[in-house]
């Protein structure tokens, strides 16, 4: 069992910052990638930023320069340091992650989402 859990959204001015935060806990022998998704109002999910088990990360064109992914393996935490946010930043935030509770079984897992909200 594995779940993983966002925190630090919430409602913010343009040009603000925030810092949101997932973790995951439960059977958990490994993880490989961490990401976070967002999706907006009347719209799919969109890739946000992924980072690997080794640090390699990506963004998505409209968040790069302005978010950063981190990650700290001995917490199994994925953070994500929004700045400069844009009212059209504001979405649900989802992070995931492929997890392994053993050696040869591995799933993507998602979180429950945090609202971030982004004011003009």
């Known amino acids: 069992q594995v779940q993983l859990v966002e925190s630090g959204g919430g409602l913010v001015q343009a040009g603000g910052s925030l810092r949101l935060s997932c973790a995951a806990s439960?059977?958990?022998?490994?993880?490989?990638?961490m990401g976070w998704y967002r999706q907006a109002p009347g719209t799919q999910r969109e890739f946000v930023a992924i980072?690997?088990?080794?640090?390699?990360?990506n963004y998505a064109d409209s968040v790069k320069g302005r978010f950063t992914i981190s990650r700290d393996n001995a917490k199994n935490t994925v953070d994500l340091q929004i700045n400069s946010l844009k009212p059209e930043d504001t979405a649900v935030y989802y992070c995931?992650?492929?997890?392994?509770?053993?050696?040869?079984?591995?799933?993507?897992?998602w979180g429950q989402g945090t609202q971030v909200t982004v004011s003009s």
């Open positions: 439960g059977i958990i022998f490994s993880i490989s990638n």
């Open positions: 980072i690997t088990s080794s640090g390699s990360t």
């Open positions: 995931n992650a492929d997890i392994s509770p053993d050696n040869w079984n591995q799933r993507l897992h």
